[in-house]
């Protein structure tokens, strides 16, 4: 929800905020954010889809993948960053809307997923698809650094995501732990199952400091990208380390579908890939520290 109405919301013209985020905030329609393709996500300089105004017309031709909400039967609309020419030597990228059914705009069948199975994902290919000159959304070139802006927002809601999956996996762990009898009593009492759950807690305890504080930053008014990505790893780290010490506090029944703990298994590994895998967060703190690419280290 956030990384489609989020865009409008914070770069749509007046006219563009009245029409679409009426029915995004109340439920009644779904919006794509869509950024990543075959060959570009975090590197914008490899961004291929290109638009080319015509006749009063954006004309856009490219593809995306990995789009969230871009295929269900309520999604309105997918903002895509596009090439829409050159400025400096550089490419110059904007964010332009185009809503579902717009001729050339083709939603591929969704992707066959190793985890959140419930989220609508999709492919998503551009042949000529035209849309009116009024659908740029922002400046023009000026989109890829916006979306990057959206992007540091949808950490803290990632890392408040990871939390819950976090303590979800220490809940259904330390019930079974407690429930399970080995050797004539609980698994619980095995001082190995109490440190692993101790280590559980405190996953969830740090991660929740993290991105509340990133969080307050936010409201503030405040810089926050760097909290963002610290909150980011600090909390898929804990969903992915909690799933797996979770599986193994299961034991054999880790393994089967039909215990929550398989499903966190599996849900979790994307927290530490969608909205900036964890190696661009920590791209993203190396930088605040003031630590350039290339030249020898100091």
């Given amino acids: 929800m956030g990384l489609g109405a989020m865009p409008i919301y ?5 006219a563009q905020r009245e029409q679409l985020l009426p ?3 109340a439920g009644k329609a779904l919006a794509g954010f869509g950024l990543t393709e075959p060959e570009a996500g975090s590197d914008a300089g490899a961004t291929r889809t290109t638009a080319r105004l015509e006749g009063g017309e954006w004309v856009i031709d490219g593809s995306k993948q990995f789009i969230t909400n871009s295929g269900t039967p309520i999604t309105r609309f997918v903002t895509v960053t596009a090439v ?9 990228i904007s964010t332009i809307i185009v809503p ?3 001729p050339g705009f083709t939603v591929e069948p ?3 997923k190793l985890g959140w199975r419930a989220s609508d994902t999709h492919p998503l290919t551009f ?3 035209r849309v009116p000159e009024e659908n740029l959304l922002g400046e023009r070139g000026r989109g890829y650094a916006n979306f990057l802006s959206i992007l540091s927002e949808g950490r803290i809601a990632i890392a408040a995501l990871s939390t819950g999956a976090a303590e979800g996996c220490l809940e259904e762990a330390t019930a079974y732990a407690q ?3 080995i050797f004539g009593s609980a698994l619980a009492t095995r001082q190995n199952a109490q440190f692993t759950l101790a280590r559980m807690k405190a996953r969830v305890h740090h991660a929740r400091l993290a991105w509340h504080h990133a969080a307050r930053l936010k409201d503030a008014g405040k810089p926050f990208a760097t909290e963002a990505a610290l909150a980011k790893i600090a909390a898929s780290d804990a969903a992915m380390d909690n799933a797996r010490d979770a599986t193994q506090i299961f034991g054999g029944n880790g393994f089967m579908d039909e215990f929550p703990v398989a499903r966190h298994y599996r849900d979790s590994k994307i927290l530490e890939i969608g909205e900036g895998t964890t190696e661009v967060q920590l791209m993203l703190i190396a930088r605040s520290l003031g630590l350039g690419s290339g030249g020898a280290s100091r």
């Fill in 110 to 112: 969704a992707y066959d």
């Fill in 127 to 129: 042949t000529g698809a």
């Fill in 100 to 102: 579902n059914g717009t």
């Fill in 10 to 14: 914070h770069f749509g013209t007046d």
């Fill in 23 to 25: 029915d995004l905030t």
């Fill in 84 to 92: 829409t020419g050159e400025r400096d030597g550089r490419k110059e």
């Fill in 179 to 181: 429930s399970r009898m």
